[in-house]
């Protein structure tokens, strides 16, 4: 397309709002009874516009976040509509202050919604803009900080619905407290259940090393992030130890820090959070940088978008499903029999439920 007639920026609505969930999320460090989103549309001058949500984890940051997104407007209004080339303007923008926290979250709002766009103004799927082929995704479902009995439950009901694999928070206080509740899943899913185990960081390495040698015999897929998550070199000595695969990666700000967790042997497989990675296009480079090193790549949160580029990631692996912000999408994504369906939609399929959203706002 001519240059002179390329869609370009015209500017940005920028709205905050709390979507409270239907049960809360325990987790070993904190309940989350609602999720904190900001919801970004890029105008462009074809009247197209792309969307995309941030999750701030706590209301405090979702005004200061929702202005951050807002005030970069002025540095791309009037830019072409292209996403990679916008990326890199603002990364170098920004590169003495950082490209980390709630400016990192702006920018990945900023980089979704321009792909959003793009592929909208082209009339196209983005796993077509993308050269990839939609195909259904195996997802796993989420099981919070419970108890034995809790996490029972909650395994249960996501077998009855059809999912294959579950991923339970544990860091009890106890390793045998770990062990019954994955033990109590197994009873309850089956034994072709495929289960997994979130220490949400709250281990020691030396005490994830004691605790992974009693729970090598649960035949866990993987355990997540049992450590710090930038102790790259305390991950890589739990890997050693363990005969887990140990998963990390929905910490990671970006790409660099992927590489270094890789150089470390920090992690076996990967999960980046499309948020925290750099949006669409950091996505893109962090499957390409997994792909090299033949590591298998899940994702973290945002099922709707991160469904979409695991069509394009050539290791892909699970998709981590939550339902937590559905009820402002206008077509949430859909799974059936055990597996999640990503459709031809235009873009990156997220359209917004206006009355829920005016419902919610902040």
Request: glycine content about 8%; some cysteine; charged content about 20%.
């Amino acid at each position: 397309m001519p240059r002179d007639s390329s869609p370009t920026i015209q500017g940005f609505r920028v709205r905050a709002v709390r979507v409270p969930m239907t049960e809360p999320h325990q987790t070993a460090s904190g309940v989350i009874t609602e999720s904190p989103l900001v919801l970004t549309d890029v105008i462009t001058d074809t009247g197209i516009s792309g969307h995309s949500i941030v999750f701030t984890y706590t209301a405090a940051a979702l005004k200061p976040t929702a202005e951050l997104i807002q005030n970069f407007e002025t540095l791309v209004k009037g830019d072409v509509l292209a996403p990679a080339e916008v990326e890199q303007k603002l990364a170098k923008r920004f590169r003495l202050l950082g490209t980390q926290g709630l400016v990192g979250i702006a920018l990945a709002a900023i980089d979704m919604a321009l792909w959003d766009a793009l592929a909208r103004v082209h009339s196209m799927p983005l796993v077509r803009l993308l050269g990839g082929l939609e195909k259904p995704v195996r997802p796993y479902g989420a099981v919070g900080y419970d108890g034995v009995q809790g996490c029972a439950k909650a395994a249960e009901d996501w077998a009855t619905r059809g999912f294959t694999g579950i991923k339970a928070k544990i860091g009890y206080p106890t390793v045998q407290e770990d062990v019954a509740v994955v033990r109590a899943m197994r009873k309850a899913a089956g034994d072709d259940m495929v289960i997994m185990v979130d220490y949400n960081q709250c281990l020691t390495p030396t005490e994830a090393v004691e605790r992974l040698r009693i729970l090598d015999d649960e035949g866990l897929t993987w355990v997540e992030e049992p450590t710090l998550a930038h102790d790259y070199a305390g991950h890589a000595l739990v890997a050693r130890e363990a005969r887990t695969p140990i998963q990390c990666g929905e910490n990671w700000w970006g790409t660099l820090d992927m590489q270094h967790a890789i150089e470390a042997q920090a992690s076996d497989f990967v999960m980046p959070d499309v948020m925290k990675i750099g949006g669409v296009t950091g996505w893109l480079r962090a499957a390409t940088l997994a792909h090299t090193k033949g590591i298998r790549v899940s994702n973290h949160l945002w099922p709707e978008i991160s469904a979409r580029l695991l069509c394009c990631t050539p290791t892909a692996h699970w998709l981590e499903y939550v339902d937590w912000w559905n009820p402002i999408l206008a077509e949430p994504l859909r799974v059936e029999k055990g597996m999640a369906i990503v459709g031809d939609a235009i873009g990156t399929g997220v359209e917004w439920n206006e009355d829920v959203v005016r419902r919610f706002a902040a």
